[in-house]
């Protein structure tokens, strides 16, 4: 399955992580060609309808039965992105917006199955310990 899509003249790809400061699920996106960091493909706006974990990411299905998890996309710093994704097979818009500042920001629905091999799994391993340890 190939992820890779261009945006603004670059080769990237999703790296599904997660917020440190409330663990909701945070889409980032790599260049192809040194694996740095380009760009925050979703914000971090606080809202239960983004609320997940980890394992239980594999869980929530839509009513075809893919898993699932919600974001919201950065396009205030990504203009244009909503077009790039619309070819997308690993994700799709929900039609639900919040207003950040002055910004709209769209939510969009992450299908795991399609992310999960570009996913940061040390992250959640991490996540997972400080979890059990409370």
Not at 47 to 60: A, G, L, N
Not at 67 to 84: C, H, K, R, S
Not at 100 to 111: A, E
């Amino acid at each position: 399955m190939d992820n890779r899509f261009r945006v603004q003249g670059y080769v990237v790809r999703p790296l599904v992580t997660m917020y440190g400061g409330n663990h909701q699920p945070a889409v980032m996106l790599k260049t192809e060609s040194n694996n740095m960091l380009f760009a925050h493909l979703t914000v971090n706006l606080e809202d239960p309808d983004c609320d997940w974990h980890p394992i239980e990411m594999f869980k929530e299905h839509d009513e075809n039965g893919k898993a699932y998890f919600n974001q919201y996309v950065d396009t205030n710093n990504l203009p244009g992105i909503e077009d790039i994704l619309k070819n997308a097979d690993w994700c799709e818009a929900t039609g639900k917006t919040r207003q950040s500042g002055f910004c709209t920001y769209p939510m969009y629905r992450f299908y795991s199955n399609r992310l999960e091999c570009c996913s940061d799994f040390k992250n959640w391993r991490e996540y997972m310990s400080e979890v059990s340890d409370m």
